[in-house]
């Protein structure tokens, strides 16, 4: 299974608060808007995964030559 990145993840909330400014009940609208909050938070932790994916081999490189 391939993990959604950081950058796929910010698309969905926006999308999520376009639709949510589309929505006629405030109940909806604040459900919409606080799913976009979750994947924003998501996106976030995705984009520190990735950072630690392109960071990992650097360092398993200095742990071998060390």
Same mark, same amino acid.
């Given at each position: 299974? +391939? $993990?959604?990145? @950081? %950058?796929? $993840? ?5 999308? $999520?608060?376009?639709? @949510?400014?589309?929505?006629? +009940? ?5 459900? $919409? =808007?606080?799913? !976009? ?5 998501? @996106?976030?932790? =995705? !984009?520190? %995964?990735? !950072? /630690?994916? #392109?960071? @990992?081999? =650097? /360092? #398993? /490189?200095?742990?071998? +030559?060390?």
């Amino acid at each position: 299974m +391939t $993990l959604p990145t @950081a %950058r796929q $993840l910010e698309q969905r909330a926006e999308e $999520l608060r376009v639709v @949510a400014g589309q929505m006629h +009940t405030p109940l909806a609208r604040l459900a $919409l =808007a606080n799913l !976009a909050l979750s994947y924003e938070r998501l @996106a976030r932790h =995705a !984009a520190r %995964r990735e !950072a /630690d994916e #392109q960071n @990992a081999p =650097a /360092d #398993q /490189d200095r742990k071998q +030559t060390g």
